[in-house]
């Protein structure tokens, strides 16, 4: 359902005689949305009693934000559409964590999480395809399709019973005979803020390379340019699939330090190829490296947060916190490398990337404990 809110929004809406101005104002205002309700989403779901009911509203209000651009395409519909997604989306995404937590607790927590991983891509792939053949017909069927996808997802998680969901295993159960952790608190873990910070330059690197990638490609052929992209798009949703459940029994038995590592050092050499290669080909082959990054953070991000939010009862709250980050990170790569590119050039752009993500690295290597003793323990 998610995939049709990605770059088919600037499609669509583009077919409807918008500006690019009211385009960026619509994205600005939902990358806004977005960025300060991950906290209280995670908090939200940390309140609930039923996951699986907040996540039903939540696919539910999904639905009604694709219902407003295809019905109505006009700036305070699609604006209300917009924020209406982006706050379902600060709902839906820690309730799915907290069901699969709750579902199998933290000695299995990661290797679900690299089930999970495998079948978001899955869905990823299935759906840009369907979407794109209905989009080719009608821009305006790619949200018809999304809307259709409702009944699905609701089939999926009524077939999961509320008793096989433990609520307090959940939200990081607190052990018996111990006081309840503060929010605030945790919003003071130095493992937490340093895994954070850790992200926020991880993504100030990433979040702005294949947007970038894509108009250096135009620029020197733009026949190719679409094709090129879409491998681009494609090419580690296939490393994601191949790989993440391997990563959730790696992380188990290697720990969450070195699997992390390798997601964090992937990146700055990723940037820096695409400073240099030329070849369409190979800068395809090198988009490996994204989908091994893609993979490892796709199970490592939730599984860090569960390893140090493991007895306070605010898991979904720590995925907030470190949501924020995420989202403060890539609010800021584009401007940083759109700045760097229309006064240095795009070799440079992509070298300060490089730059940004190597600090990453460093500060991961240096600050980063491993948190996987906790759930070991579990076992």
């Known amino acids: 359902m998610q995939t049709g809110f990605g770059p088919f929004v600037s499609v669509f809406l583009t077919t409807q005689k918008w500006t690019q101005i009211d385009i960026g104002l619509?994205?600005?205002?939902?990358?806004?949305?977005?960025l300060i309700a991950q906290m209280p989403g995670g908090a939200l779901v940390d309140a609930a009693r039923s996951e699986r009911l907040v996540a039903g509203f939540a696919v539910g209000a999904i639905c009604l934000s694709a219902l407003a651009y295809a019905a109505m395409p006009i700036f305070p519909m699609v604006l209300a559409g917009a924020i209406v997604h982006s706050l379902a989306s600060c709902v839906l995404n820690p309730a799915i964590a907290a069901i699969s937590l709750g579902l199998v607790g933290h000695a299995a927590i990661s290797e679900r999480l690299g089930r999970n991983a495998r079948f978001a891509s899955i869905g990823n792939g299935l759906a840009a395809a369907a979407m794109a053949i209905v989009g080719y017909f009608s821009p305006r069927g790619v949200f018809i399709v999304t809307v259709c996808l409702l009944l699905p997802a609701i089939v999926a998680l009524r077939s999961i019973t509320a008793s096989e969901?433990?609520?307090?295993?959940?939200?990081?159960?607190?052990?018996?005979?111990?006081?309840?952790?503060?929010?605030g608190d945790l919003m003071r873990s130095r493992p937490l803020l340093i895994f954070a910070g850790c992200l926020l330059l991880f993504h100030m690197a990433n979040a702005a390379m294949l947007p970038l990638l894509g108009s250096v490609v135009t620029m020197r052929s733009a026949r190719w340019a679409t094709i090129l992209i879409g491998a681009c798009i494609v090419v580690p949703q296939l490393v994601v699939a191949a790989m993440s459940p391997w990563i959730g029994r790696r992380a188990q038995i290697w720990g969450r330090r070195p699997l992390l590592l390798i997601g964090f050092a992937a990146l700055p050499?990723?940037?820096?190829?695409?400073?240099?290669?030329?070849?369409?080909?190979?800068?395809?082959?090198?988009?490996?490296?994204?989908?091994?990054?893609?993979?490892?953070?796709a199970v490592l991000v939730p599984l860090v947060v569960a390893d140090i939010t493991r007895g306070t009862g605010h898991f979904n709250l720590g995925l907030g916190i470190v949501g924020t980050f995420v989202g403060i990170g890539a609010s800021l790569s584009a401007t940083l490398a759109g700045y760097i590119t229309d006064y240095f050039g795009s070799p440079t752009a992509f070298t300060g990337l490089a730059v940004i993500a190597a600090v990453g690295f460093t500060a991961a290597w240096l600050l980063m404990p491993e948190t996987g003793t906790a759930a070991e323990e579990a076992k």
Not at 167 to 177: C, D, K, N, V
Not at 276 to 284: C, E, F, R, S, Y
């Open 269 to 297: 050499i990723r940037a820096f190829l695409f400073a240099w290669v030329t070849d369409p080909q190979a800068l395809v082959v090198i988009q490996v490296l994204d989908g091994i990054t893609a993979a490892v953070f």
């Open 26 to 34: 619509v994205l600005s205002a939902a990358g806004f949305v977005s």
């Open 165 to 183: 969901i433990d609520p307090e295993r959940a939200h990081g159960a607190i052990p018996p005979r111990k006081p309840p952790t503060k929010p």
